[in-house]
């Protein structure tokens, strides 16, 4: 599995998309499915940029591991540990209006991978996420 580190800041976001594509090209992963695991990369991503260390000064860790027709991606922090996948998935089928604030992003991002699953281990958040095509 190859494995990028940088800092959790929104800047870093172009360095790690340009990782996990690196990862993809040689398998030959359609554009679709490319851009695809680009917006859930970007969304954990952020994230992390964005929530897991209040204090500032965090990290991320991305390992990817790309095949034939298959790639698995787990983002790592330090950060507050926290579980996206607990939250209650936000009803679509309401007007935007009535809907919470947040989690549209993580919705999307269960519904876009074929697997994603999380742990805390070790001190540290762990999201992995699968795709297949």
């Known amino acids: 599995m ?3 580190r940088v800092e959790a800041q929104c800047q870093r976001l172009d360095q790690v998309l340009d990782f996990v594509n690196a990862q993809l090209e040689p398998w030959d992963c359609p554009m679709k499915i490319m851009t695809l695991i680009g ?4 969304e954990i991503f952020v994230n992390i940029a964005h929530y897991a260390y209040p ?10 591991q790309a095949g034939p027709g298959r790639v698995e991606i787990r983002l790592e922090d330090e950060g507050v540990a926290f579980d996206p996948l607990s939250r209650t998935d936000p009803d679509v089928t309401l007007d935007a209006q009535a809907r ?6 993580i919705f999307m991002v269960k519904r876009s991978m074929d697997q994603v699953s999380y742990c805390r ?12 095509w």
């Open 2 to 4: 190859q494995r990028l």
């Open 39 to 42: 917006v859930c990369v970007e």
């Open 55 to 64: 204090q500032g000064g965090g990290w991320a860790e991305i390992y990817c």
């Open 100 to 105: 919470q604030i947040g989690g549209l992003g």
């Open 121 to 132: 281990q070790a001190g540290r958040n762990k999201l992995t996420m699968v795709k297949r």
